[in-house]
Structure formats: structure tokens, C-alpha cells
């Protein structure tokens, strides 16, 4: 509550993502569709998301295999071109800036982390290569014992040596490698860091030393993250707001202290009683039913509704929208209408 | 008696820089109906261990000591005929990615009643409506319909399920599941593992659950062994291992998970990484990352021994052999 009353002092957030949509063609090839008559046929991977972040803090995406967390990702970075929406940057069109002939300007402040650091680093380039890369390619430095040096500060930096710098990918762990990553992101000192799933591909006591240096790091330099994963426990660890995504839609984005200790939308009450609890052992959950339907064929009105306890006529029929509620922000007509 | 003991196992891979000893020496049983959790990072040997009971080890990996009893018969020196027998028929397998667990060309029907002809005496007719039966017990709805679908048909949580139905096709005494939710979301792991519980119980059938997720061994299994370079580093039942590990490495893997109840500035992490197979190092493999170490421990090497505290937790640690040695 204390943030809206500075509100006007404030300065406006780092990054603000307005109305953005992606919507892929997943049609068969024309041909086709000319001799077996298909209609064209469109996914919408995101459709209308909207939030902000302000500087130095972090935002994570949640939300179950398919629900566009990861082609927010993208369109944050500038992977994707939006279909429909913006996304502004410290007061900046980003999507305009990305395609100016300053471009680099931008991509220098906007870096992200991959999930699989099998996959993002190329076998075959010693570690100097790997984090010296960005550093050549955007000209920032040209003298190769500086270049050094640089390396070594960035690899010091997220608890690696200098000695391995001429290292080569192979002869390090998933923790290591998902360090050199870092590194590598943090290259160009970015101001913005895009982090999709950067531990789920690690091992818990391993995930804990990746978790510890990207706070650590945050603290130091003021980063601001966008943390997407599925596991609810690392958000609450690492986030200061959480969004809960279903279907392309975000349905609930609140603080979080607020949406762990008071859910209200009955999708991010689902997910949190699915996570299994350490402490009672042997105590079943209640598993919910059903699955997450087919984007292709998005089931009418509230896309969650035929999963959801709540769901009545209306529900079915009207696409709840993201409302302002007791200070968090909420699509959820039951909710609304306060009968949960 | 146990339903299956295994006995001073041990795997080895020979490679050209001389031979690696991936599991060194464990014993476990499981008794008839039990749930054992096996837990551990990534290269610890867990899904090494359940490739040997289930006799599918991939060469060069071979058993190079110990043995193996499945109901007092001795499974791991059998050929490969013999093996076929027992496997699905007494020891049913479910792996973690049901996609690759299930012919793409086949219909789901034709996979199952091919799994319980080979096991069964029973008629194609027969056989197909124990099929139906199978699929509507792991919850799926039209059976009758959805038999014969092909696997792409199914959706990730589905095609688990089909892959459960297929493990218990011929009423096997144990069932071995190496991670079978790593590859699904939270909600649909939750109707999996709940499945996989009410089923097991109801066909009295063993589980030995191969996972890396404390959360879902926590809930799930009657017994849990924590494993770390190959070796069985404590081992009893699920609370007390879980609320009282008595091994270090127990007691910082419990500290790493974040916990979604609590807030944490920081959370508890084990320096370093599990060593490789080529440099496990002497004396308890844990001793270069573990914040109690001893003189001991860099020289020789803890057995599992049973705990003070609690009687039926065994663990391998110095600091709990102290009194008995």
C-alpha cells in the first residue's frame, strides 16, 4: 500500500507490457488446405497480457506447459514481434527500437537467461569465447588483455574462476553451466534480465547455488528480472510480484506476499494445493481434475471454466477481464462477483 | 519375507581410462506392497539401480557384483530369455517420458493386449476387454473409445496413464518407476501420483519410485533411500528421514528446496557439485562438501548402520558410528 501513495514521486517502471498478444499460424500448407478445404488456423499463444516492473525488481510468470509464459519471454526480448500490443521500455517503444538501426542500444540493456545450458552454449568455444562474444559483438571492447580481464571479472562474479576460461562447456556441470550462462548475460551489464525456467533443468542442492547468485547479483547491480517458471516454491524464493498465466491470459498478478497467502483466482488455488508439502508426509492431495485444454480450441468465456468449482452460465459464456480487487489484480467473474 | 533384496549391487562401466564404478555396493529390499522412494541428483545411480533390477542395463554398464532376489529367486545373473519372463509378468516398468514409452504405429489397444497375450493365457477377445478394464482403472474416460487411439491422440498426463495401464497389464508383485512425473505440470503430476498410489494398493503390487522430487516422495512412499555417488547414504522411513535426516547431505538436500510456506532471504545451498565417477573421492564420497567432516571420513569408508535416535533408520555417516565402532 506504502508504493501507491509514493506513487507520484516514483519514477514510472522499468518495463511495461501493454495489451501484448502473439498469434502463431499454425495452418496447414496451402495446398492443402485448398484440396481438403481447411479453414486457416490461428493459435494464440498470448492474447492481451499486460504488466509493469519496476527497477530493481522481480516479476515471475507462472503457470503450467503451454500457457505462453515462454513467448512472453520472447516477445520481451524482441525474439518475437508482437501481434497485437507494446511493450515499453524506460519510456521507449522496445518492438520500434528493436528494429531501428540503434537496435544494439537496446539489446545491450535487455539480455536473457535460456533454460537448458546443455543447449545455449555452443560445445565447441572455450568459455572465454562464450562470454567474450557479446562484449566483441557489441564493440564495447576491442583490446584483447581488457577483454581478459572483463571475462575474468564476469566469471568471478557468478563463482567461477579465471582458470576456467579456457575451459570448453563438456567439462562443466549443470549448475557451472547454467553460471556461464549467467555470465554471459550479464556481458553487456544489462539492466533488464528475461529468465525463463533458468533452474528447472538442475538439481535442487545445485538449483539452491544458482538461486543464491542470481539475489546476490540483483542486489549488486539493481537488476530487474522477468522469472518465468513452473515451480510455485522458486517464485515465492525469488519474486517480489507473481503472475499466474492460463491459456495466453494472465488471471491473477498480485504481490507476493498477498497470492501466497491469500490465492484468489481458483486456477492459482489449484496450483498451489498441487504442489506436494514436505511436512505431512503420507497426506494425500486433492488432485484436480482435468487437463489444460487445447489451444488450438479454446473452450468458450473463462478459458479455466471447465476445470473450475466456481464456474456458473456466466463463466461460460463472458471472458472475464483483469480487474483491480482489494489491490491485487484479478479475471475471475466469481471472484468478482464475490461468491468463492 | 522381502519381495525383492538386493544385495551388495554393484555397476561398473569399463571404459578405455580404466573401469567406472557407478553403483558401489548397496543393498536395499522392498517388502510385498511397500512403496520405496529412491532419491537423489542426478547421477547418483538411482535409475541405474532400477535398470538392474528390471535387467535392462544398457551395455557397457554391467552387474559386477552383488545379487538380486525377487521373491527368493535370484533375477540378475539370468539370460535374456529367461529375463522376458519376468519382466511385465512380475516386475512392470513405467519410465519418465510416456512418449517414448509407447510405439507411435500402435494403437494404445493393440500395445496393451500385445503386453497381456505375452503374459497371459488369455483370447484376443478377452484380453481386449481386461485392456478396457486397465484404462478405466487409470482413470481414463471412454475407454472403450479411446482403446483404440494412437499414442499422438493422448495428451502428456493421458499417455502416462496408458503407460501405468501397461506396467500393470500382467498383475505384476513390483513396479519399478524411474521419474514418472518429472515430464508433467504440477496439477496433472498430482492426479498421477495419487493414481499411481489408489492403483497400486488396489492390485497389492511393489513400487520402488525413482524421482529427484523430495515433495512427491514425501507424500507418496512408506520407506525412502537417499542416494549419493552410488552408494545408499541413509535409508528408513519417509517422516523420519524427511523431518529428521540424520546424514549431512539428507539434512542440506532438505535445506536446498525452497519451501513454499515459508520466506527465505537466502536459501541453504551444499557447496560444490557430486563428484564424477573418475574422481570419487576416498572415504565417504560426501567428505569434500560436508560441513561436519572429520579425519575420518577422508580415510575410510561409513557402512549403513542403524541410528541411535531411530531404530529403523540406517545411515552411513561417521558421526553416527561413533558409539557402535
Known sequence: MSEQIKAPQASPPLVVAHDLAKTFDVSAPWLNRVMEGKPRQLLKAVDGVSFEIEKGKTLALVGESGCGKSTVARLLVGLYEPTRGGLRFDGQDAHAAFKSKDARQIRQRIQMIFQDPYASLNPRWTVQAIVGEPLHEHGLIHDADELEARVVELLQSVGLSALDMVKYPHQFSGGQRQRISIARALATAPEFLVCDEPTSALDVSVQAQVLNIMKDLQRERGLTYLFISHNLAVVRHVSDKVGVMYLGQLVELADKQSLFSNPQHPYTRMLLDAIPKMKDTGRARTPVQGEVPNPLNPPSGCSFHPRCPLANSRCKAERPVLQNLNGIQIACHAVQEGRH | ?325
Not at chain 2, 497389464?169 to 499411481?196: G, H, R
Not at chain 2, 488396489?202 to 542416494?227: F, S
Not at chain 2, 528421514?241 to 519451501?259: C, F, K, Q
Open chain 2, 1 to 325: 519375507m522381502s519381495l525383492l533384496q538386493v544385495k551388495n549391487l554393484v555397476v561398473e562401466f569399463p571404459s578405455r581410462h580404466g573401469t567406472l564404478r557407478a553403483i558401489d555396493g548397496i543393498s536395499f529390499e522392498i517388502a510385498p506392497g511397500e512403496i520405496l522412494g529412491v532419491v537423489g541428483e542426478s547421477g547418483a545411480g538411482k535409475s541405474l539401480t532400477g535398470a538392474s533390477i528390471i535387467g535392462l542395463l544398457e551395455p557397457p554398464g554391467r552387474i559386477a557384483g552383488g545379487e538380486i532376489f525377487l521373491q527368493g529367486q535370484r533375477i540378475d545373473n539370468l539370460n535374456n530369455d529367461q529375463m522376458r519372463s519376468i519382466r511385465g509378468r512380475k516386475i512392470g516398468a513405467i519410465f519418465q517420458d510416456p512418449l517414448t514409452s509407447l510405439n507411435p504405429l500402435y494403437s494404445v489397444g493393440k500395445q496393451l493386449i500385445e503386453t497381456i497375450q505375452a503374459h497371459l493365457p488369455l483370447s484376443h477377445e478377452q484380453a481386449r476387454q481386461r485392456a478396457i478394464e486397465l484404462l478405466q482403472d487409470t482413470g481414463i474416460s471412454a475407454a472403450t473409445e479411446r482403446i483404440d487411439h494412437f499414442p499422438h491422440q493422448f495428451s502428456g498426463g493421458m499417455r502416462q496413464r496408458v503407460v501405468i495401464a501397461l506396467a500393470l497389464a500382467a498383475e505384476p508383485q513390483l513396479i519399478v518407476a524411474d521419474e514418472p512425473t518429472t515430464a508433467l505440470d504440477v496439477s496433472i503430476q498430482a492426479q498421477i501420483i495419487s493414481l499411481l498410489k489408489s492403483i497400486c494398493k488396489k492390485h497389492g503390487a511393489a513400487v520402488m519410485l525413482i524421482t529427484h522430487d523430495m515433495g512427491v516422495i514425501a507424500e507418496t512412499c512408506d520407506r525412502v533411500a537417499v542416494m549419493y555417488a552410488g552408494r545408499i547414504v541413509e535409508i528408513g522411513p519417509v517422516h523420519q528421514v524427511i523431518n529428521h535426516p540424520e546424514h549431512p547431505y539428507t539434512a542440506g538436500l532438505m535445506a536446498s528446496i525452497p519451501d513454499i510456506e515459508v520466506d527465505r532471504e537466502r536459501l541453504n545451498q551444499i557447496d560444490g557439485a557430486m563428484p564424477r565417477l573418475n574422481a570419487i573421492p576416498p572415504g565417504c564420497a560426501f567428505n569434500p562438501r560436508c560441513p561436519q567432516v572429520q579425519a575420518r571420513c577422508r580415510q575410510e569408508r561409513p557402512e549403513l548402520v542403524l541410528t541411535e535416535r531411530f531404530e529403523q533408520t540406517q545411515v552411513a555417516c561417521w558421526l553416527h558410528a561413533g558409539a557402535t565402532a
